[in-house]
């Protein structure tokens, strides 16, 4: 339920915006290419990341039959003019919307929605339902904005309306510029951003206000849960600063929304079923970078958790999120 798809081709969003840093596609000879940022170089990418043919091939080495497809999170693009945003939202869309088309048992949308202008993003998260999409994937800030910023409300309130799930995925990282040595950014941005929008959307009371919301935190939720007594502690004992919008205990929420389980270490899976239950740990992976799990769930099936829990990982907690059906792709 979390892997990321970028379009084979694409334009050059920098031309013809005539500004920013979009993200275009510089294909090479060994069938690889090179992701571009504002003609700077950001990242070689392999096909996997365009070929829906290879996935599903390279998927089922691992007995996996659907993957869950969004947008590689730098194609956000939140920081352009509202009228770009958007049509490089719809491009990205409409690429997958075709694709789950395509391949209906094999793949399952989330679409990508202009977070800078409320109108704008619902009008597109509208089109996007219409089109087949079962949710979104957003940002853990927009602009460095928090996601409990009431201008977002809105937005969270129509996806509750429209019964799509929400992904929240880490992107701009705090404190990028002052730790890019040892890959930092990846390895201690990533956590605190997700921690960062998830304590946003409860301290903010998004959640509260909206319990029919549907969303997921990646990566298990980043450092929100494994640092929840810290959190909890803190609304406790200055709740002067940390209740100051919604003055429910934040760990009533546990349990509440869905996490992946993309931990790379058992002992620490077993300690997020152990504060989320089964039923709201979905199976992730990240494909196809390679700080996911690549082997898509090896180190579960390796695992001693019961058979009721690991099937609930691989299917039934992701298809409650998402509200779909099981029989929809046998």
Same mark, same amino acid.
């Not at 087949?132 to 009431?150: A, F, K, R, T, W």
């Given at each position: 339920?979390?892997?990321?798809?970028?379009?084979?081709?694409?334009?050059?969003w920098?031309?013809k915006?005539?500004?920013?840093?979009?993200?275009?596609?510089?294909?090479?000879?060994?069938?690889?290419?090179?992701?571009?940022?504002?003609?700077?170089?950001?990242?070689?990418?392999?096909?996997?990341?365009?070929?829906?043919?290879?996935?599903?091939?390279?998927?089922?080495?691992?007995?996996?039959?659907?993957q869950?497809?969004?947008?590689?999170?730098?194609?956000?693009?939140?920081?352009?003019?509202?009228?770009?945003?958007?049509?490089?939202?719809?491009?990205?869309? *409409?690429?997958? &919307?075709?694709?789950?088309?395509?391949? $209906?048992?094999? @793949?399952? =949308?989330?679409?990508?929605?202009?977070?800078q202008?409320?109108?704008?993003?619902?009008?597109?998260?509208?089109?996007?339902?219409?089109?087949g999409?079962?949710?979104?994937?957003?940002?853990?800030?927009?602009?460095?904005?928090?996601?409990?910023?009431?201008?977002?409300?809105?937005?969270?309130?129509?996806?509750?309306?429209?019964?799509?799930?929400?992904?929240?995925?880490?992107?701009?990282?705090?404190?990028?510029?002052?730790?890019?040595?040892?890959?930092?950014?990846?390895?201690?941005?990533?956590?605190?951003?997700t921690?960062?929008?998830?304590?946003?959307?409860?301290?903010?009371?998004?959640?509260?206000?909206?319990?029919?919301?549907?969303?997921?935190?990646?990566?298990?939720?980043?450092?929100?849960?494994?640092?929840?007594?810290?959190?909890?502690?803190?609304?406790?004992?200055?709740? *002067?600063?940390? &209740?100051?919008?919604?003055?429910v205990? $934040?760990?009533? @929420?546990? =349990?509440?929304?869905?996490?992946?389980?993309?931990?790379?270490?058992?002992?620490?899976?077993?300690?997020?079923?152990?504060?989320?239950?089964?039923?709201?740990?979905?199976?992730?992976?990240?494909?196809?970078?390679?700080?996911?799990?690549l082997?898509?769930?090896?180190?579960?099936?390796?695992?001693?958790?019961p058979?009721?829990?690991?099937?609930?990982?691989?299917?039934?907690?992701?298809?409650e999120w998402?509200?779909l059906?099981?029989?929809?792709?046998?």
């Amino acid at each position: 339920m979390h892997t990321h798809i970028i379009p084979k081709i694409m334009p050059n969003w920098t031309e013809k915006f005539g500004y920013g840093k979009f993200i275009n596609l510089v294909h090479n000879d060994d069938r690889s290419a090179d992701m571009m940022q504002g003609g700077q170089f950001f990242r070689r990418i392999q096909e996997n990341c365009w070929n829906d043919e290879l996935r599903i091939g390279e998927y089922e080495q691992f007995n996996t039959q659907v993957q869950v497809v969004c947008t590689i999170p730098v194609m956000f693009s939140y920081w352009a003019r509202t009228e770009d945003c958007v049509e490089l939202s719809r491009f990205l869309n *409409d690429h997958i &919307a075709d694709l789950v088309a395509k391949y $209906p048992k094999n @793949y399952i =949308g989330l679409a990508t929605i202009p977070m800078q202008d409320t109108d704008a993003a619902i009008k597109e998260l509208e089109r996007a339902k219409a089109t087949g999409h079962v949710g979104i994937q957003i940002g853990s800030n927009i602009n460095d904005e928090n996601l409990s910023e009431e201008r977002f409300f809105p937005i969270f309130e129509a996806c509750e309306r429209l019964g799509m799930a929400v992904m929240v995925h880490p992107w701009q990282m705090m404190g990028f510029d002052s730790m890019k040595k040892y890959w930092l950014p990846w390895l201690v941005g990533m956590p605190a951003e997700t921690s960062r929008a998830a304590c946003s959307m409860i301290f903010g009371g998004v959640l509260e206000r909206l319990p029919n919301l549907r969303v997921c935190f990646s990566h298990a939720g980043g450092s929100f849960l494994p640092t929840l007594g810290r959190i909890e502690h803190g609304f406790n004992c200055r709740p *002067d600063l940390v &209740a100051i919008d919604n003055p429910v205990n $934040p760990r009533t @929420y546990v =349990g509440k929304f869905w996490v992946d389980c993309i931990t790379h270490d058992i002992d620490a899976l077993k300690y997020i079923l152990k504060l989320q239950g089964s039923k709201r740990v979905c199976l992730g992976s990240d494909y196809p970078f390679p700080l996911g799990d690549l082997e898509i769930g090896k180190f579960i099936e390796k695992s001693d958790l019961p058979k009721e829990t690991i099937e609930d990982i691989f299917s039934h907690s992701t298809l409650e999120w998402l509200d779909l059906k099981k029989e929809s792709f046998i």
